[in-house]
């Protein structure tokens, strides 16, 4: 009897043994297998699987479409049940001559692969599934309804993952792809399974699932959001700019991933990895990330038990606490066998991760003078805290900290692992963030386009919190009474209006012209507040507290203040600003505001201070901070910074008539010449450290970070004599802000203050994150640079374009240095324009970057125009045999070139003969760097020829070439300068 017989007189039976028990799975399976052959199409499928039916017509259905398909398709279908079914569940039936299932050709799409493993993935997905959703939703193939579609709980795990199956093939080929390349990482390492030492006992498990539940909930929303509406941080999360920085400089981008990972490690034996940026790049932000895929099981797979802590929190805790409790109390607390859960923390270090946000706001700065290593001793919370990241406690354990810049000194940069920096969103980045708040793509559109119109708001915008601060109030943005927003003054303001306004009883009618005046009792309430937390270091506050400053619920209600849940034992409110940048703000509001303050209070905002305390033997541990014992350490404290920030840019003539309201002019005007004072003073002080130059070198400054800081400072009042001013007595030929965190914020003041320069200036900007937008915003300075270096500063061809469209109407500026960023043939034709206009262009340095040999034709074109140039710079490039026979073409008549380096650019003896031309009939050039290239002596023959026709040349560098010692011995002896 053929197989097309047998399931003819078998119906009954096959049907009763499909049905078995009423599940699913008997059917589902074998539908699995008839996919993976091919035996039945998708639509096929459909069609047997349809939910409302009862399971007997389902399978009914497919009894007839195999039956109609013919034998072939019979034969495949007995083979699949006899797979399929258990044995006594066969028993009776007659499968014939059976068929072997055949694995097919692999499949050309990932689609089709999914259906051609389905038997196989429904195996593998089966314990598995949560880490394959993560990965889809992180990856955004996958929305959480989605998920959430998968998981309903009336599903078996083996239904759940069909539907994920079937949703990815629905999704398409990028889902499909994702979601194999997951499946193709090696299995994870599960410390279950890792090593027989490491199998946690079934309480550690519970243990674990309880923490991973806690640190989920905790992290699932942002709590910028908190009292504006709900972001889930799955809908809002935006991968930031992160880099790590090697030993030598250079940089290298990142992904969340890697943040715990080897790359950019500089010290084996240290086990804290820093994430430093500046306030409201996204630190917080970033952790609670990586906590939420710890907790889904989607990222740090390796990590048992990860510790999230907030020093925010850890300020406020003043017992004295042993690790244990630490871990315990401020974490999670075991339900069974504390004991064991400990130890086995003590036992396993490599698979436990600390993180600590904020670093910056621990009430003490990091030292490492007291040692302590006992994970049972009580000690106040600093003691505990140190010793974890230097490694005397818990050595092994990886900690994650986050911190601003400034608050990170030598003394702990001896125990970090990396430093990873975290430099806000990139241009890309804003876009995706917009998108993904607004749920209608055409008011994304406009607030994008607005935002891209407006160079210093897109600035602004490489903050985080300023981008959401900036979408959250676009309402008051595009009604626009005050103007398009410059500052970040401007936009905190914006942000006041937008809550007032939340809450005002008349919403939609708008806030009226006094609106800060109806509101002053409350801006004056919660300044005080504000100004003396950051006075005292502290960032949250007790139901007393408020009391105590006399702020109601319903200036709570407001939703500057929000409830901080305190996971601590201590089941009392708190609370804490929305951000710390906005409790800078309000702390600002107030010193401008209160009539009562006396008259140092700006003054002491600007002036230089000391907060670290030395030691932990100073009795102030947890207490707020004696600012008597303060001593030595220059670290002023940035949220001060921030807030004398904005303290100058609330008394910008720009909103006098906001604050005219609220303050007398007189008052006003006091407090305008206190600032303009006090800045005044702050940069004699930088000048005068500035040294006498050495003979034969130029004057040069260079400047700290704080220099930076009043110069933002000054942008804020936006008073152009005042920058004038400031700029009247800098007398430097060169400006050195290297490493000073400078991003297009910063570019915009610099720009503002640094076009009143009495006289051009170098102006060095090396490792920092200019990018494009910054190089736009430098523009207005361009006319007062000679020379400007951008090393490593992730600039591309599009910022080129705009810098120089501008720089070539820039009489003073002679030399760029762009070393590592990220450039490539297409802004060669810039520079093209720019040598063949400029005739007093001195210097293109443009190392380690992406030009070919067709970005050096392009060179070519413009280098034989010009008569100017004295340096170019090639290093690191790709330009070739081709590239350096165009450039020494172009550069035979040059009379100015000294300099050439076409060091590490796949240079062989085709390209030495072609410069050997060149050097034949050059008489200016005097060094020509050729190291690490791929010349053969039968390349140096031609050069040493035809350095026998030139005098000028003083040096030709060859190392690292296709030379043995020998010939390099000889070749030296021929031509004595050749070095090798
Ligand atoms: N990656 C991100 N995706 C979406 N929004 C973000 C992101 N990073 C930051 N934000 C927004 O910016 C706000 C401020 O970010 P966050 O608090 O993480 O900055 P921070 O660097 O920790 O600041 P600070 O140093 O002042 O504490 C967040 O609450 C959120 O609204």
């Not at 969340?256 to 932000?285: C, I, Q, R, W, Y």
Request: some cysteine; proline content about 3%; glycine content about 6%.
């Amino acid at each position: 009897m053929n197989a097309q017989q047998l399931i003819l007189k078998q119906r009954a039976e096959l049907l009763a043994v499909l049905c078995g028990g009423g599940s699913d799975e008997p059917l589902e399976s074998v539908l699995d297998l008839l996919l993976a052959q091919e035996v039945l199409v998708w639509e096929d499928y459909l069609r047997v699987r349809v939910a409302e039916k009862p399971l007997c017509a389902n399978i009914r259905q497919l009894l007839d479409l195999v039956y109609d398909k013919g034998e072939d398709a019979c034969s495949y279908f007995l083979a699949a049940i006899e797979q399929e079914l258990a044995e006594e569940q066969k028993a009776g039936l007659c499968f014939g001559n059976g068929c072997v299932m055949v694995g097919k050709d692999r499949p050309a799409t990932a689609t089709s692969t999914l259906l051609a493993d389905r038997p196989m993935l429904v195996r593998r997905l089966r314990d598995n599934i949560d880490g394959a959703l993560n990965i889809l939703l992180t990856t955004g193939c996958f929305s959480i309804k989605d998920c959430d579609s998968v998981q309903l709980p009336v599903y078996t795990p083996s239904q759940q993952v069909r539907r994920l199956l079937d949703q990815v093939k629905f999704k398409g080929e990028t889902a499909a792809k994702t979601l194999l390349e997951y499946l193709e990482q090696p299995e994870p390492t599960s410390p279950i399974s890792a090593e027989k030492e490491n199998t946690p006992s079934a309480d550690c498990l519970v243990y674990q699932k309880k923490l991973r539940s806690s640190v989920a909930s905790q992290s699932l929303f942002l709590s910028t959001y908190g009292g504006t509406g709900r972001f889930s941080l799955d809908d809002i999360y935006t991968d930031g700019h992160l880099e790590v920085m090697n030993s030598s400089g250079e940089t290298t981008t990142l992904g969340l991933e890697d943040v715990v990972g080897p790359m950019g490690t500089l010290n084996e034996d240290a086990d804290t990895v820093l994430v430093s940026g500046e306030a409201g790049s996204g630190k917080s932000t970033l952790v609670q990330r990586l906590h939420l895929l710890w907790a889904r099981e989607a990222l740090l797979l390796n990590t048992f038990l990860l510790f999230p802590f907030s020093c925010r929190k850890l300020n406020a805790e003043h017992r004295e606490l042993s690790l244990k409790e630490l871990l315990f109390l401020h974490c999670c607390w075991p339900d069974r066998n504390q004991d064991e859960v400990f130890q086995f923390i003590l036992d396993h270090p490599h698979l436990v991760l600390f993180t600590f946000d904020g670093l910056d706001e621990f009430k003490l700065g990091f030292t490492d003078e007291e040692r302590h290593c006992c994970p049972t001793k009580q000690v106040p919370i600093p003691v505990l805290l140190f010793n974890l990241l230097q490694g005397t406690l818990m050595k092994g354990v990886m900690k994650v900290v986050t911190s601003r810049p400034h608050a990170v000194g030598p003394s702990l940069k001896r125990y970090l692992r990396k430093e990873v920096l975290l430099k806000g969103f990139s241009p890309g980045g804003i876009d995706c963030f917009v998108k993904k708040h607004y749920s209608d793509p055409a008011m994304a559109t406009r607030v994008i386009e607005s935002v891209q119109g407006n160079t210093a708001l897109l600035g602004l915008c490489h903050i985080p919190v300023f981008c959401w601060i900036v979408i959250k109030c676009y309402q008051e943005l595009l009604a626009g009474q005050d103007g398009i927003p410059q500052t970040i003054t401007d936009v905190y303001l914006l942000v006041l209006q937008h809550f007032f306004q939340r809450k005002s009883s008349q919403p939609q009618s708008g806030l009226g012209k006094a609106w800060l005046a109806e509101h002053l009792d409350t801006v004056l309430k919660l300044g005080e507040l504000a100004l003396e937390g950051l006075q005292t270091s502290c960032y949250v506050f007790s139901g007393y507290e408020l009391q105590r400053n006399r702020i109601t619920e319903q200036d709570v209600g407001i939703g500057f203040l929000i409830y901080c849940s305190d996971i601590s034992v201590n089941d009392c409110k708190r609370y804490e600003f929305l951000h710390i940048t906005l409790q800078c703000f309000f702390a600002a509001l107030y010193v401008i505001l209160n009539r009562n303050n006396d008259r140092s209070a700006i003054s002491r905002l600007f002036q230089p201070r000391n907060r670290q305390v030395s030691g932990l033997s100073q009795s102030c541990l947890g207490q707020c901070m004696d600012h008597s014992v303060e001593e030595s350490h220059e670290a002023e404290t940035a949220n001060l910074q921030i807030t004398a920030q904005f303290v100058s840019g609330l008394l910008s003539q720009r909103h006098n008539n906001l604050l005219l309201e609220c303050c007398p002019a007189a008052v006003r005007e006091r407090n305008v010449k206190q600032v303009v004072k006090s800045l005044s003073k702050r940069m004699q002080r930088h000048f005068k450290s500035i040294p006498r130059p050495v003979e034969g070198e130029k004057k040069s400054m260079h400047a700290m970070p704080s220099f930076v800081w009043l110069i933002k400072c000054i942008y804020e009042l936006q008073d152009n004599s005042i920058a004038q001013d400031a700029m009247a007595k800098l007398d430097v030929e060169h400006l050195k802000l290297t490493y000073c965190n400078i991003g297009p914020v910063e570019c915009t003041a610099l720009a503002y203050v640094l076009k009143n320069l009495r006289k051009p200036v170098g102006l060095q900007l090396d490792n920092n994150s200019v990018g494009d937008v910054g190089v736009e915003q430098l523009l207005p300075c361009l006319p007062m640079c000679h020379s400007l270096y951008l090393r490593n500063n992730n600039i591309s061809d599009e910022g080129i374009r705009k810098l120089l469209e501008k720089g070539i109407e820039c009489e003073n500026f002679q030399k760029i240095a762009l070393f590592n960023n990220k450039l490539t043939d297409t802004c060669t034709q810039y520079f093209s324009c720019l040598l063949k206009s400029k005739q007093n262009f001195l210097a293109l340095r443009l190392g380690n970057n992406n030009i070919t040999s067709v970005g050096a034709e392009q060179l070519a074109e413009g280098l034989s125009y010009n008569q100017s140039l004295q340096f170019l710079g090639l290093w690191g490039n790709k330009v070739g045999d081709r590239g350096a026979e165009v450039l020494a073409d172009a550069l035979t008549n040059s009379k100015t070139l000294i300099w050439l380096s076409l060091v590490d650019n796949g240079v062989g003896s085709a390209g030495a003969c072609a410069l050997a031309k060149f050097i034949r009939q050059n008489k200016s050039l005097e060094e020509l760097w050729l190291n690490k290239n791929s010349i053969c002596k039968e390349g140096v023959d031609c050069l040493i020829e035809a350095l026998k026709m030139n005098t000028s040349v003083k040096k030709v560098w060859l190392r690292g070439n296709n030379l043995s010692p020998q010939e390099e011995e000889q070749l030296s002896q021929q031509e004595c300068r050749l070095t090798f």
